[in-house]
């Protein structure tokens, strides 16, 4: 949540849980420094966002049942990573792990038959409408992928020689690959492909984002196939360059996509 609040801009509540961060988890502690180092609060924004691309554990709530296992530093191969929609979303392409823990099971049913879990006792009102608050703005957010996309994406533009740019750009159609994606996501997933391979071409980000995409073509209904989800306009690129792919169940002609990302 902390660095949630953080890309926000809401530094100073973001700020007070920022040593808690880093004895909870020492892999955010180089993230946070390079957060406390920037200069103002543009850079301090993109350093939250780069902090989150680097790290597809966090999320702004706290996992029901057994939570995500892999390590917060590392891309969970079955797209558990960073938050989908809080509020739920109709457009949805990708499964949210988010509403899905959060349905009552039978045995709770017994005790709320309407599906609600009122607030504690010992919370008292002034408690509770800050919860009510928080939640508000975190479902105003989005999808993970659009909401970090969007960021770097404008701060690319505005800040081109920012060193940093190129491996927030990879890690961005990275994220659009394996996290929770909607029908808005290609459209940002091919703006920062696009803007990595024009201002950073000779970038090994660059180099890495070819290498990536070279290895998505995989059989319809697998988990690495899912990685299209937010990137249709990739499905037929490859580096070796034009031939046929399937691509849930329908073929695809990459010399047909080449034109698009361009």
Not at 50 to 57: A, E, K, Y
Not at 122 to 140: G, I, T, Y
Not at 190 to 204: E, G, M, R, V
Request: glycine fraction near 8%; charged fraction near 20%.
């Amino acid at each position: 949540m902390g660095a949630l609040h953080l890309a926000r801009g809401e530094y100073d509540s973001g700020g007070q849980v920022a040593l808690t961060l880093e004895l909870l988890a020492p892999e955010l502690k180089p993230g946070l420094e390079e957060f406390r180092a920037a200069q103002n609060d543009q850079e301090k924004r993109f350093a939250a966002i780069l902090l989150i691309l680097r790290m597809p554990g966090l999320r702004p709530y706290v996992s029901a049942g057994l939570g995500r296992t892999t390590p917060i530093d590392k891309v969970d191969s079955f797209q558990d990573n960073w938050w989908c929609p809080l509020g739920g979303s109709e457009n949805l392409k990708s499964p949210n792990l988010f509403l899905a823990n959060d349905t009552l099971p039978v045995s709770l049913r017994a005790i709320y038959p309407d599906g609600k879990v009122p607030f504690p006792e010992f919370l008292a009102e002034p408690q509770r409408s800050v919860a009510r608050d928080e939640w508000l703005k975190l479902s105003s957010i989005g999808t993970a992928p659009n909401f970090i996309a969007e960021q770097v994406i404008t701060w690319s533009k505005q800040t081109p020689s920012d060193t940093r740019v190129a491996e927030a750009l990879y890690l961005t159609v990275e994220a659009t690959r394996w996290g929770c994606v909607n029908r808005e996501t290609s459209e940002l997933s091919k703006q920062a492909f696009q803007i990595l391979h024009h201002q950073y071409p000779s970038s090994p980000w660059a180099g890495k984002a070819e290498h990536s995409i070279g290895g998505l073509h995989h059989a319809p209904g697998s988990a690495q196939a899912g990685a299209f989800a937010g990137r249709p306009w990739l499905a037929g690129r490859t580096p070796q360059g034009p031939r046929r792919q399937l691509h849930h169940g329908r073929s695809l002609r990459s010399q047909d996509r080449h034109e698009s990302y361009k």
